[in-house]
């Protein structure tokens, strides 16, 4: 579980790069569609229906500085925007919040959470200030905090990143606001359509007994798609072909081993002890080639001939696959200790040159690597098994976040209605929003430079924020897709600096690549896992056993410790210790979303 | 009995006497109520299906049915096994160890090297486990020092981490490391009690060092060491959580898993708190039967009363 947090807190610390989650507005007309709220405002709310006011004169006013580098030769404009009717709000308000937050999250001098560029704007266009009641860095910690401020009965007003479980207790303690009629009232079209897209997959995290408590947000889709990053000039350097194929994989991998290319500690093949689907040097399109779905730390749920649903881990094919996976390990495609070594430890591996073949998203083209060993990565498509080319996949809605409120939160209109704003602002693609010239970036003598604040970071969801979540789950593959062929027309001294900065750096370019790579490959090759529903009465109480079993015995068998037959026993044992029952009821609830 | 019955003139005397050593003892009172007592009342999160926001008043209440879950895992007998190998063994390698060192640090004759050397011991225990796993990890790997030298001597590496044969023998050790110059301390001022006088009769006596150690510091410290001993006891089912959590990993779940990283797995990753509350009270039943017994042993053994 913990390992989800991590995939998406790594995640976010490279979306800066592909720039997806910083851009914000500019050149496109967008006067009309934020006016549209207005006239439902002015209905229930008060008789005053002013007009629309500029977004950049409430800033001046307020003495607020603007976004972008308006006034630098190489800089840009941002436009905003218009601020709906009825902003910025006569008396202000205040809401308090609950967000993740960790190192990453820095501010410029005196600033805080509280207080920054951010905030500052938003104070300014609605009258709306946000003050953070908790934080946290570990997820054990949010749970903790979520538990304290339940058993306080003090909750924040908008609460991100509630742990089911948890989320599930404050339905159950009738502590949560019924979100969804004032969502329906308040979110602009655009945000409806969005959703209305994804279906019901979109509500079903925040829907309890048919009412809907939160508000979702989605994760970028694809981020956890994984591409086959292979090191090109060790594959030249041996004169071998690029891996297409399971047995193509092996065999580069143990030329890249025999022949100790990366030092007397060379191996082929990043792995790491959970060897379902992990955020860093995964092996999850190997069980994808045979058809098996993965997740975090378990096998996933897909569906069997007869269209019922079924168990990835006690297939007939997993069999076969482990069988292989123990001659890989054999001939040395994996590190010896593969199996003790968390995703968390292997980026060492990386950087030093170990190996040259992985599973990775974007942060495959590992930088250190790069500058440590003069690693050439190239990415090819994950390689193709009996069953075709398959991968792990979260549906972007179910993966991504809910933001829920106290049962006495009071400005869940105000509070949808700048996000409807934000969407317009942060969303429409090609709008440029980078963040405050001399805060989140600085340019000097017309060269782009990050400077360490992230100002989405500051930001309260459910659009951006810390571990990053967008309303449009496409969001960031159309813009970096603009990003690569529209900025890519321009000639290039007449690109401002960020577009400059955008091509200067080769990681930066081949990793955008690869997003979108993975992002065009999503639709055909994603495996997902079926289930979505509450824990099964019999999932709660032995499924953590029966996943406990499961690992002991697949490491087991991979590194040879245990024979083949094992698995036989194993998927015995799971039947009867539950795995049948559990199916039958994951079946239930299957029928019951049909 | 009244309690003007209390203030006979020798209870007064009784008490101007010694009250300010009553006073003294308030602050702990305090302390012990407020973090022992009080938050003693959350056990009944045992026998309930627990929800923060109910309360320990609304949530639902589930009898036994915790308890059942944790005994009616197949895995559990092993757990508890893995627990006791790992506490008791810990237990008996580190005090033998600590008293074998506290009698090398006390024959040391040279006060700087002494003192040296006990700073030296006592380092290693102010290190987390968060921070110690990581660095054994890098040590003990393939790639890391150890494996490094067995590569360097033609072995094949061991991967200490990641053998059931090995995982036991290697918490035993790192946590002897760790903690065993911690041991020390109780040992050392055992002996600095004892009266030199001892020492230079029997060195006049003509008694070497060795002969010396073992009429004079050991005899006199062995009440220490069965003391300690007994109230080890208690900890018979409380294995290092942390250190174990930090190192193990599927692989050596069968020598390896103790109570404490099944629940995590099992319970508080899933919110489950009266399972977690439930083993809690289990171990802290059996711990407390353990202690009554080790305070009757080292009643009979070392001559120790508390009450």
């Known amino acids: 579980m913990s390992t989800k947090k991590i995939s998406r807190r790594d995640f976010l610390r490279l979306a800066g790069l592909t720039g997806g989650a910083a851009a914000l507005a500019a050149c496109a007309p967008k006067l009309t569609e934020t006016a549209v709220p207005a006239t439902e405002a002015a209905v229930t709310e008060a008789p005053v229906v002013a007009a629309p006011k500029k977004a950049a004169d409430l800033l001046k006013a307020a003495g607020v500085p603007l976004p972008g580098s308006p006034d630098n030769p190489k800089g840009w404009k941002t436009d905003m925007p218009d601020v709906p009717a009825g902003y910025p709000l006569a008396q202000p308000i205040t809401i308090t919040t609950a967000r993740p937050t960790d190192s990453e999250v820095v501010f410029p001098d005196g600033d805080d959470l509280d207080n920054n560029a951010w905030t500052r704007s938003m104070a300014a266009l609605f009258g709306i200030n946000f003050v953070n009641k908790l934080t946290w860095v570990e997820s054990d910690e949010q749970m903790q905090k979520y538990n304290l401020a339940m058993a306080s009965n003090d909750l924040p007003d908008i609460m991100q990143g509630v742990p089911r479980e948890t989320f599930l207790q404050m339905v159950e303690a009738d502590m949560l606001l019924e979100l969804g009629p004032l969502w329906d009232q308040y979110a602009s079209p655009k945000w409806k359509a969005i959703v209305a897209e994804a279906g019901d997959n979109a509500w079903r995290p925040s829907t309890v007994n048919g009412k809907r408590y939160a508000i979702p947000a989605a994760s970028p889709a694809a981020h956890e798609n994984v591409v086959l990053w292979v090191r090109k000039d060790w594959l030249d350097k041996l004169g071998l072909k690029a891996p297409e194929t399971m047995q193509d994989i092996h065999d580069v991998a143990v030329a890249f081993a025999e022949a100790k290319l990366g030092g007397p500690d060379t191996y082929g093949l990043l792995a790491n002890n959970d060897f379902h689907y992990s955020w860093y040097g995964s092996i999850d399109p190997i069980w994808g080639g045979y058809g098996i779905a993965t997740n975090y730390g378990q096998f996933g749920w897909s569906k069997a001939e007869d269209g019922s649903l079924e168990y990835g881990g006690v297939k007939p094919e997993v069999k076969e696959v482990l069988y292989m996976l123990n001659q890989w390990y054999k001939d040395g495609v994996f590190r010896k200790d593969f199996y003790a070594i968390s995703a968390d430890e292997l980026t060492p591996d990386l950087a030093s040159g170990r190996c040259g073949l992985q599973f990775n998203p974007i942060w495959g083209a590992n930088r250190d690597s790069v500058k440590n060993t003069g690693a050439d990565w190239i990415f090819l498509n994950i390689p193709a098994g009996p069953k075709g080319r398959y991968q792990f996949s979260s549906d972007p809605w179910l993966g991504g976040a809910i933001y829920c409120c106290p049962k006495n939160f009071e400005h869940a209109k105000e509070w949808i209605e700048m996000t409807n704003w934000r969407i317009e602002f942060e969303e429409t693609v090609g709008n440029r929003m980078h963040g405050w010239d001399g805060i989140d970036y600085a340019i000097t003598d017309g060269v782009y430079e990050d400077l360490d604040p992230r100002w989405d970071f500051w930001t309260v969801g459910p659009r951006g924020t810390r571990w990053t979540t967008v309303i449009d789950p496409l969001y960031d593959d159309k813009q970096n897709n603009f990003y690569l062929t529209e900025w890519e027309k321009i000639p290039e001294d007449q690109r401002d600096a960020f577009q400059a900065a955008q091509f200067a750096d080769p990681v930066t370019v081949l990793r955008l690549k690869s997003k979108i790579f993975a992002g065009q490959n999503h639709a055909a090759q994603a495996l997902f896992d079926l289930f979505s529903g509450n824990p099964t009465p019999t999932m709660q109480e032995v499924f953590s056993d029966l996943v406990d079993m499961e690992n002991e015995t697949f490491l087991s068998i991979i590194i040879g410790e245990k024979p083949i037959e094992a698995f036989d026993e194993f998927v015995a044992s799971w039947k009867s210790g539950g795995g049948d029952q559990i199916t039958a009821e994951v079946n239930e609830w299957w029928k019951s979303i049909q | 009995m009244s309690v003007s019955a209390l203030f006979t003139p020798k ?8 009250w300010i050593l009553y006073m003294m003892i308030i602050p702990t009172l305090v302390l012990l109520a407020i973090f022992a007592y009080y938050p003693m009342y959350g056990t009944v999160i045992a026998f309930q299906k627990f929800n923060p926001g109910l309360g320990f008043f609304r949530s639902p209440w589930v009898g036994l049915a915790n308890f059942e879950r ?81 590569t360097a001597m033609g072995l094949e590496p061991i991967i200490f981490l990641g053998s059931n044969d090995w995982f036991r023998p290697t918490l035993v050790i790192t946590n002897l490391w760790k903690e065993v110059g911690w041991g020390t301390i109780i040992y050392l001022a055992a002996l600095t009690g004892i009266d030199p006088e001892l020492y230079e009769a029997a060195a006049i006596d003509g008694a070497n060092r060795f002969q010396r150690m073992w009429h004079i510091s050991i005899p006199s410290i062995l009440t220490t060491i069965i003391l300690i001993a007994s109230l080890n006891l208690g900890n018979v089912l409380q294995a290092n959580f942390e250190q174990v959590f930090m190192l193990y990993n599927p692989t050596v779940y069968q020598t390896g898993d103790i109570i404490d990283t099944y629940v995590y797995r099992m319970g508080l990753i899933q919110a489950e708190f009266g399972i977690s509350a439930a083993a809690g009270l289990f171990k802290s039943v059996i711990g407390f039967l353990l202690i009554i017994v080790s305070y009757k042993l080292a009643d009979k053994y070392a001559g120790y009363k508390i009450f």
């Open chain 2, 70 to 150: 944790i005994f009616d895992s197949p895995t559990f007998p092993r757990v508890i096994g893995n627990t006791m190998i790992i506490a008791i063994s810990q237990m008996v390698v580190g005090q033998v160890s600590a008293v074998l060192l506290a009698l090398s640090l006390n024959e040391i004759r040279i006060v700087w090297f002494k003192r040296f050397m006990q700073n030296l011991l006592y380092m290693p225990h102010f290190l987390s486990w968060v921070v110690l796993g990581g660095i054994l990890m890098e040590i003990l790997s393939p790639f890391g020092l150890v494996g490094k030298a067995q």
């Open chain 2, 11 to 18: 209870f007064k005397a009784y008490f101007q006497r010694t």
